[in-house]
């Protein structure tokens, strides 16, 4: 049974930062891409950010590319999504997945096998 589990949401305000991080159990984590995805009220949910197993290989949303940075550490089971000069338009639940089957199409939630429960980021402006 694969655990998903996100922490670090909380409120900020907007130019602030904050760092997500997730933690993957239950499956060889080194095998797994991760993908980070947010939701907003009345909106779908949308790619964020993704890392391959190779930690050299990741994509970003054109809304967020310069301004958050995924990483992971293999060693500890986690990945993180550092946030930067947050704006009032990153509020959201932000959803942390896993794919085990090398999809190659990582912006799409369909590629995700494993989703944790979510965490909530409010900026306030």
């Known amino acids: 049974q694969v655990q998903v589990v996100e922490s670090g949401g909380g409120l900020v305000q907007a130019g602030g930062s904050l760092r997500l991080s997730c933690a993957a159990s239950?499956?060889?984590?080194?095998?797994?891409?991760m993908g980070w995805f947010r939701q907003a009220p009345g909106k779908e949910r949308e790619f964020v950010a993704a890392?391959?197993?190779?930690?050299?290989?990741?994509y970003y949303a054109d809304s967020v590319k310069g301004r958050f940075t995924i990483s992971r550490d293999n060693a500890k089971n986690t990945v993180y999504l550092q946030m930067n000069s947050l704006k009032s338009e990153d509020t959201a639940v932000y959803y942390c997945?896993?794919?085990?089957?090398?999809?190659?199409?990582?912006?799409?939630?369909?590629?995700?096998?494993?989703w944790g429960q979510g965490t909530q980021v409010t900026v306030s402006s």
């Open positions: 239950g499956r060889t984590f080194s095998n797994a891409a």
């Open positions: 997945a896993a794919d085990f089957t090398r999809t190659i199409n990582l912006w799409s939630p369909r590629a995700y096998d494993y």
């Open positions: 890392i391959r197993m190779s930690s050299s290989i990741t």
